[in-house]
């Protein structure tokens, strides 16, 4: 049974750190790129960062350049999104996800696994 489970979110003042981690099961995790998604209140889900298979290759939205760090540890199978400075616009719902796909840019269809999802919010 496939499974991704993340885990961390929660509430940060504007400027704080969080790290959402993501435990993957039930596939062979170190032959799927894997990404993080996010979905505002009423926001279509956008794409947040994605990472190769072996995780030497990353890839990031714009509007989190320089302040998120996407990671993975495949000998734990899991996955990590650092995040500092945060702005109240980050808050969201935070999900990962796991494509067999190579390439940037996939659509969120691409993807074939998905976690739950864990809730970050930031206070300003």
């Known amino acids: 049974q496939v499974q991704l489970v993340e885990s961390g979110g929660g509430l940060v003042q504007a400027g704080g750190s969080l790290r959402v981690s993501c435990v993957a099961s039930?596939?062979?995790?170190?032959?799927?790129?894997m990404g993080w998604f996010r979905q505002g209140a009423g926001k279509e889900r956008e794409f947040v960062a994605a990472?190769?298979?072996?995780?030497?290759?990353?890839n990031y939205t714009e509007s989190v350049k320089g302040r998120f760090t996407i990671s993975r540890d495949n000998a734990k199978n899991t996955l990590y999104l650092q995040m500092n400075s945060l702005k109240p616009e980050d808050t969201a719902v935070y999900y990962c996800?796991?494509?067999?796909?190579?390439?940037?840019?996939?659509?969120?269809?691409?993807?074939?696994?998905w976690g739950q999802g864990t809730q970050v919010t930031v206070s300003s």
């Open positions: 990472i190769s298979w072996i995780g030497g290759s990353t």
């Open positions: 996800a796991a494509t067999p796909w190579t390439g940037w840019g996939l659509p969120p269809q691409k993807y074939l696994y």
């Open positions: 039930g596939f062979t995790f170190r032959m799927y790129a």
